[in-house]
């Protein structure tokens, strides 16, 4: 499996993102997909989730009503939309992939994709 992130970048506080997920050499059904993300000096953090057709979603109180999770199993591309971007946002998100949902431990992760939010 190999997962592929794209989407990062610099903005400033409040403004917006929508970070990209492909897979490939996988069925991508068969997998819920998740973000996960690392700041600076901190462990790495769950952010969100979503099953495998994307009937169901799971996401971190921290950003609950700002991000939303979904996929397009057509184009194996599960996305991250971020909205109302805040400086504690920043660090590099992960995408991952697992056989269960939900689930905080992923069977594979992809590259990160480095997300600065600047005040």
């Known amino acids: 499996v190999q997962l592929q992130a794209s989407g990062g970048g610099s903005v400033q506080a409040g403004g917006s993102l929508r970070l990209s997920c492909t897979a490939s050499g996988v069925t991508?059904?068969?997998?819920?997909?998740?973000?996960?993300?690392?700041?600076?000096?901190?462990?790495?953090?769950?952010?969100?989730?979503?099953?495998?057709?994307?009937?169901?979603s799971d996401i971190e109180a921290s950003v609950k009503g700002r991000f939303t999770?979904?996929?397009?199993?057509?184009?194996?591309?599960?996305?991250?939309?971020m909205n109302s971007l805040k400086p504690e946002d920043t660090g590099v998100y992960y995408c991952a992939a697992g056989r269960t949902f939900p689930s905080r431990k992923p069977d594979y992760w992809g590259q990160g994709t480095l997300v600065t939010v600047s005040s």
Do not use: C, P
Not at 46 to 52: E, N
Not at 69 to 81: F, G, M, P, W
């Open 28 to 56: 991508f059904s068969n997998y819920a997909m998740g973000w996960f993300r690392q700041a600076l000096g901190k462990d790495r953090e769950f952010v969100s989730g979503i099953s495998f057709h994307g009937v169901y």
């Open 69 to 81: 999770v979904s996929r397009d199993n057509a184009k194996k591309t599960v996305y991250l939309e």
